[in-house]
């Protein structure tokens, strides 16, 4: 039996065929006008498909919106949290994607209407879209532990979970810590940005207490069951490098905070700390719940085709990155993956052309445990049409161990993926 | 052949359209890159369709197995650098032999070859597509 190609319209239910009902306004747009594309975040997943849409279409009209005048990596923030590396080597410009013909406006998204395809901002200005990408990162879930906002606002709760000011003030306080100091982190339950990122903080963070302050402790809470990412590596290392310093709490998930006493408190602990840092619980950035695209069943995450990205929700809304509902991981290489696969999916519709039916995502992250070793995790997953999931392929996983030539590997990665993403 | 020509004016496009790179090690690979003018014409007023081509077993128009190719090599350079060219200790892809690129992936599938990742990825991708990723980056000089 010859194989046959599947009929086109057996996709009618997984999002396809709205691709394509859009594109037959799409190819009305095109005759009058170039297809406008509206991307919110220029992260991983905004800047990367907002260049390669016009990498592969010069014809596509590409606005790109983000409230910082500079990208802060969090990929490397571990290591300036460390003490590793330094602010400045986290910092990348975005000057080079004006070049690729992207429009920047430097403005806060606040305001979709999706009838008419605007996307409204901070300042005001009303951004008309064929298509609207949101690649925003996640927004935390503050209110749901007692105490951190105000904790926060003190300056002596840090989540550090987004590159920034917030990594530094954790390095400051770090720096601070008298010797015999507690560090208490903190990460929430699954799904969350970077799983495997709380483990490499610890480990970095050990890294620095050896050299400075070696009769120091750092204690995990973790909402995870178990080291969750990289398990036996991280084990492994913290034996090997930091033997007593760590000490690994699953099931703890934190409930309250006291800043005036410096006390986290678990389901389970009070623990007294020195410095504080908690990773609060997630979901997709504000502008996803204005523009009505956080459907999964929780109201947290945005359930997404997985051809075009297009939101289950809401027509002609796309998402990226962390923000989205999915079995992938919440990483800087499967956002800069996932922009790719819209991208060039959105480039196939807006030319009357079918998108390929079987994207594949890669990921790989790389994470440190001292500062001349790091190990990787990597997975393959192929959309399966039929099951409108991405699907595991086999022998994916983390390396038993971290060692020299994958912190090489984990250097080269940083440099190609900013590459990617910003150059 | 066709196929990952297109592709691959495609990728040297994408990076001549960059007037300046996050890198100065990266500004040097550019600038070397071919003029790929007539393949992205090509690419805009639609592939010819005279050739089915099989992905998971399905066949699909010529211009579905052109993105799909064209995305997975994007795919790539997260870890192997824009264009093929890597910025670090990575391996580069750009300009290296087919046959050796096809070779490379099927010993890391069977474990022939050791690797930190790459058995990982090997697996999860087909032979048609090693070689369409192999030709593709083999023909980035």
Redesign the interface.
């Known amino acids: 039996m010859s194989m046959q190609r599947r009929d086109f319209l057996k996709f009618s239910a997984t999002g396809l065929a709205a691709a394509l009902a859009g594109l037959s306004t799409s190819r009305s747009a095109l005759a009058a006008a170039k297809p406008r594309v509206v991307v919110v975040g220029a992260g991983f997943g905004g800047a990367t498909c907002a260049k390669y849409l016009r990498l592969w279409d010069q014809n596509i009209e590409v606005t790109l919106v983000e409230p910082n005048d500079r990208f802060y990596s969090c990929p490397m923030s571990n290591w300036v949290i460390g003490g590793i590396r330094q602010m400045d080597d986290i910092i990348k410009s975005y000057d080079h994607l004006p070049g690729y013909g992207i429009k920047m406006v430097r403005d806060t998204a606040v305001g979709v209407d999706a009838d008419k395809r605007i996307l409204t901002t901070a300042k005001g200005d009303k951004l008309p879209y064929d298509r609207l990408i949101l690649a925003p990162g996640v927004e935390f879930m503050t209110d749901q532990i007692e105490g951190y906002a105000e904790g926060e606002a003190a300056g002596k709760v840090l989540h550090s979970w987004k590159a920034g000011p917030q990594t530094l003030a954790l390095r400051k306080q770090l720096e601070a810590m008298p010797d015999g100091g507690v560090f208490v982190i903190a990460s929430p339950p699954p799904p969350g940005r970077c799983v495997s990122g709380p483990y490499e903080r610890a480990s970095l963070v050990a890294h620095y207490f050896k050299q400075h302050k070696p009769k120091s402790k750092i204690i995990m809470l973790d909402g995870h069951f178990d080291v969750v990412s990289k398990g036996p590596m991280f084990k492994a290392a913290w034996k090997k490098y930091y033997p007593g310093m760590i000490e690994h709490r699953p099931y703890n998930l934190v409930t309250k905070v006291d800043h005036k006493s410096m006390v986290v408190t678990s389901e389970f602990e009070d623990v007294k700390a020195d410095v504080i840092n908690i990773v609060p619980k997630q979901r997709a950035g504000a502008i996803c719940g204005i523009a009505g695209v956080r459907s999964d069943s929780a109201g947290v995450w945005c359930p997404v085709d997985g051809v075009t990205y297009e939101s289950r929700r809401v027509r002609n809304i796309h998402v990226l990155g962390d923000s989205v509902a999915s079995n992938m991981p919440k990483s800087a290489h499967v956002s800069n993956n996932q922009a790719k696969i819209c991208a060039a999916a959105l480039v196939e519709i807006f030319n009357g052309r079918e998108p390929d039916p079987y994207p594949v995502i890669g990921s790989t992250s790389y994470s440190a445990t001292t500062d001349q070793t790091s190990g990787p995790i990597a997975v393959v997953m192929r959309y399966d049409p039929d099951k409108e999931a991405y699907i595991r392929q086999p022998m994916g996983g983390a390396a038993p161990e971290s060692d020299e030539i994958n912190f090489h590997y984990n250097l080269a990665w940083f440099e190609n993926i900013w590459a990617e993403t910003l150059g | 052949m066709k196929l990952n020509k297109y592709v691959t004016c ?1 990728l040297a ?2 990076s001549l ?7 100065a090690a ?1 500004a040097t690979v550019v600038a070397a890159i071919p003029a790929p003018a007539p393949a992205v014409a090509d690419l ?1 007023a ?2 010819p369709e005279e050739k ?1 081509c ?8 010529r ?2 197995c052109v ?2 190719t ?3 090599a ?9 264009n093929g060219r ?5 391996p580069s892809l750009a300009g290296q032999d087919k046959a050796y690129l096809v070779a490379a992936m099927k010993d890391f599938k069977s474990g022939k070859r050791e690797s ?2 790459m ?3 090997a ?3 087909s032979d048609q597509e090693y070689e369409d990723l192999a030709e593709l980056f083999a023909s980035i000089k």
Do not use: F, M
């Open positions: 495609l496009a994408a359209a960059a007037p300046a790179t996050l890198l990266d805009k639609g592939i089915p099989l992905i998971a077993g399905w066949e699909n128009p211009s579905v993105a799909h064209k995305t997975i994007a795919t790539c350079l997260i870890c192997h650098g824009p890597s910025l670090g200790a990575i930190t990742v058995q990982k990825y697996v999860g991708y």
